[in-house]
Each structure stands twice: as structure tokens, then as C-alpha cells.
């Protein structure tokens, strides 16, 4: 997909964010120590806010709102950890048999739980919110954003359908829709480097990797 929300992607931010793939080679272990760092910081962080949190006296909407959020970053963290391990190979039918848990099952579990916040009105709401600050979002097309939201999620659902084993389509599937979601958050924020989630870079650099690593394993 080349086009979100009626903005032509360009690219920018993906194109330089797959800089490492060219010539001088992808130093896929430094980001994987990156990766791991970043995850630690953010557990630490989000410790430290709840804790302070179960200090106060919140709101029945607040402490909603709050759980809720930390839902999504879990989910986020359990999506950026799979990446990070399937960097040391992808488990295929036969590895799975071995294993206590499904991680193709999980993975496509969490990547299900990550399209599905398209259809939660806060994150619509948010999205909308980034074009009406950039002049983008009135009320005579409001309609046709909300269209495009919705076209993005069912889109992302339709790839997601065809991961249903553990082999090189599965896998292509879902490395395909975190990509693509990743590239969509990138849209929303007009490419700019400085307002893009770190964790959203994070799963755009390894799903691009890992692709082309099963793209190789079907060849």
C-alpha cells in the first residue's frame, strides 16, 4: 500500500530508516541490542508511572484509560521481542512440534491485537486529530478519512487471513501487515522522524528484515 489516508506516502522516513540494507550491510545485531535496551527503559518507565499512579486517586475513566494504554504497550513489546528472536531463525512446523508454546500462533495473536486498534475510537480518533493539525481534516470529508481508516484495517485483515502456517507465506503475511502498519503510522505523522514512535521504527526494521529473510527461505 502506497497511499493512506489520502496522502501519497513518500517514503522518506521508510527509505531512510532501509538505508542499512544497501551496500554497506545491516548491522542487525546492533539493533537488536538497541531493540533490547529500548524495551528495558520503557519497562522501567511504565514501572515507575504505575507506581506513582496507584499512589493518586484516579477516576474510574482514567484508570480505564490507563490499562488500557498499558495493553497496547505490552502488546507492542511481546510484538518487538518475537522480531527479535525470529532475527535467530524462524520456527517452522517440525521446531513448533518441540516447542510448549506456539510462537507463530502467539505472533499472529499479537499482530491481530495490533490491527485491531484501527477500529478503537480513541485511536481514530488520534488519527484524525494529526490531520486536523496539518490542515488536512474538515467536517465536509471527515467521512472520507474515517473511510480510509477503515479501508487501511481491513486491508491489514486480509493479509493477516493468509498466515495460517508456519512456513515462508505465513511468515511473509505477517511480517507484510507489521510493515505496513508501521508505514501507516509513519503517513499519520507526515514522516516526521522526530513525532514517529521509536517502537513503530523498531517493528518497521525488522519486519522489512525479516521479509527478506523469507523471502530468500522460499527461493
Not at 56 to 78: D, G, I, P
Not at 126 to 138: D, P, S, T, V, Y
Not at 169 to 186: C, E, K, N, P, Q
Request: glycine letters at 2%; a negative charge; one cysteine or more.
Amino acid at each position: 500500500m502506497s497511499v493512506y489516508l489520502g496522502i501519497e506516502t513518500k517514503e522518506s522516513l521508510a527509505l531512510k530508516l532501509q538505508d542499512p540494507f544497501h551496500e554497506q550491510g545491516f548491522q542487525i545485531e546492533a539493533l537488536r541490542r538497541e531493540a533490547l535496551d529500548y524495551l528495558n527503559r520503557e519497562e522501567m518507565t511504565r514501572a515507575a508511572v504505575l507506581d506513582t499512579r496507584m499512589r493518586e486517586s484516579v477516576s474510574q475513566e482514567e484508570a480505564f484509560c490507563y490499562f488500557r494504554s498499558k495493553e497496547r504497550l505490552n502488546n507492542t513489546k511481546l510484538i518487538i521481542q518475537y522480531l527479535v528472536k525470529f532475527c535467530d531463525g524462524l520456527p517452522d512446523e517440525a521446531d513448533i512440534m518441540d516447542d510448549i508454546v506456539n510462537p507463530f500462533e502467539q505472533m499472529r495473536e499479537f499482530t491481530a491485537f495490533h490491527i485491531h486498534q484501527l477500529e478503537e475510537k480513541d485511536v481514530v480518533d488520534a488519527i484524525l486529530r494529526e490531520h486536523e493539525q496539518l490542515g488536512l481534516l474538515k467536517e465536509s470529508n471527515r467521512w472520507y478519512y474515517l473511510g480510509q481508516v477503515r479501508k487501511c484495517h481491513q486491508e491489514m485483515q486480509r493479509i493477516l487471513e493468509r498466515a495460517i502456517l508456519p512456513n515462508a507465506d505465513g511468515y511473509t503475511a505477517l511480517f507484510t501487515v507489521l510493515r505496513d502498519i508501521s508505514r501507516f503510522w509513519f503517513s499519520v505523522r507526515n514522516d516526521n522522524l522526530k513525532r514517529c514512535r521509536r517502537s513503530d521504527m523498531f517493528i518497521y526494521q525488522f519486519s522489512a528484515y525479516l521479509l527478506k529473510r523469507a523471502d530468500k527461505a522460499s527461493r
